[in-house]
């Protein structure tokens, strides 16, 4: 089964022909009809276009079954039948709702297309659809010393660079769909260090360590300007690098993250996480964090992902989380910088985020002159992972707004 909803859809008398029932023409249709709203209920009618490509069908073979009369609800679904490097092989299916009887199904072969009709690859977000796999790791990690610290990142694409720097304790797969799926750009999402497959040291934790691995990896890629993205630890670092490395920053992509230093209470949960972290471990520190940073939504409606986060969470070593949690607690106030942010910069939050809620991002947004801000339905803090496809597709179209400023 592929990943779009099943559509009902009715039968209109207009649609049916002179013996009062759907002929082969008007299934063709029907179905046609079927995939764009499940399209439009999924991942957006508007993701070919996105890709630039257009699925363009070579066969189309309908099977009939049963006849379907005006007034009738068919439940289409789709299935996936075969998934090439550029073609899909699909089957839709018309049930009749009241009885579930099978009336009709079409096999439909199509080829991904360019604007001049030449075949393309798949996009890992259009196979994805279909029910291809987008994997939660992207693969294609390499490993790159810069200096104190071996960094381990994934790198994929070519173009403008777009660095993803991940919360905490998380790793670089936070970002896996956006890795998978914005292209025309060079996705580099690394692990920080201490974290995900970057080797954790023992001390010489601080958010300035952290951003100036993040430069000696754009510098072993000879990149000299990104747009930089951050989620919520991430955003502390994104900042540290508007205050140091101001001419490498070419846009900014503030997502759920706060500009401001911790306060007296934030310090002590600090510390107070440090002592469970050494005493208890990290799988407690996680337990602890699950149902904070993750929605309302996501808990309710994606186990898989509770799981997927806790299995990250729990992966992180002792040394990695505790030098996170020193350098969180000794980050600098950046509120200040907000004013002098003159790069292009848009402000994502999961509307249900309670770490950094939309208000928080809001004053943010409205502290940096020309800042956007787009808050995300149905997700918590960590929006990249619990919304994938509309914060890509929020982060595609501001990329593209922004494409030539950073050329
Ligand atoms: C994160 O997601 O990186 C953390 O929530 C940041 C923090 O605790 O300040």
């Not at 104190?148 to 777009?162: E, S």
């Not at 939050?349 to 800042?371: L, N, R």
Request: hydrophobic share 45%; proline share 6%.
């Amino acid at each position: 089964m592929s990943r779009l909803p099943s559509i009902d859809v009715t039968v209109y008398p207009y649609e049916c022909d002179a013996y009062g029932h759907l002929n082969e023409a008007a299934y063709l249709t029907l179905f046609e009809r079927a995939r764009w709203e499940a399209l439009a209920r999924g991942p957006g009618a508007d993701i070919f276009a996105r890709h630039k490509l257009w699925p363009a069908v070579r066969k189309a073979t309908i099977e009939f079954r049963a006849p379907a009369f005006p007034g009738d609800i068919l439940t289409v679904d789709l299935h996936l039948e075969k998934l090439g490097r550029t073609s899909v092989e699909l089957r839709q299916s018309a049930k009749r709702a009241a009885d579930g009887v099978l009336l009709a199904e079409v096999h439909l072969v199509f080829v991904m297309v360019d604007g001049k009709g030449n075949p393309v690859a798949m996009p890992e977000e259009v196979a994805a659809v279909f029910g291809g796999r987008v994997s939660t790791m992207p693969g294609e990690m390499v490993r790159y010393d810069v200096g104190r610290v071996t960094l381990a990142a994934d790198v994929r694409g070519d173009g403008p660079a777009l660095l993803l720097v991940h919360g905490f304790p998380l790793d670089r797969s936070l970002w896996a769909h956006q890795v998978a799926t914005l292209a025309g750009w060079r996705r580099i999402a690394p692990d920080l260090r201490g974290l995900g497959a970057t080797v954790a040291p023992d001390d010489d934790y601080s958010i300035a360590a952290y951003a100036d691995d993040v430069i000696g990896l754009l510098d072993r890629l000879r990149i000299s300007r990104a747009v930089v993205a951050g989620l919520s630890m991430g955003g502390y670092v994104a900042f540290e690098m508007v205050r140091r490395y101001r001419d490498r920053v070419a846009g900014l992509i503030l997502c759920d993250t706060r500009a401001d230093a911790d306060g007296v209470e934030g310090r002590a949960s600090r510390d107070a996480m440090i002592a469970v972290a050494q005493e208890q471990g990290v799988s407690v520190v996680a337990e602890r964090l699950l149902p904070r940073v993750l929605g309302r939504t996501t808990q309710l409606t994606q186990p898989h992902l509770v799981e997927q986060v806790r299995e990250m969470m729990t992966r992180a070593p002792v040394s990695g989380v505790v030098g996170a949690l020193r350098a969180m607690k000794e980050r600098p106030d950046s509120t200040p910088l907000l004013p002098s942010i003159d790069v292009p910069t848009l402000v994502v939050v999961g509307q249900e985020d309670e770490m950094t809620p939309p208000a928080i991002a809001k004053a943010m947004t409205d502290a940096i002159p020309s800042a956007a801000m787009t808050v995300i339905a149905g997700a918590g803090h960590l929006s990249p992972l619990e919304a994938p496809t509309a914060v890509s597709r929020v982060l595609a179209e501001f990329l593209e707004h922004v494409r030539d400023t950073v050329n």
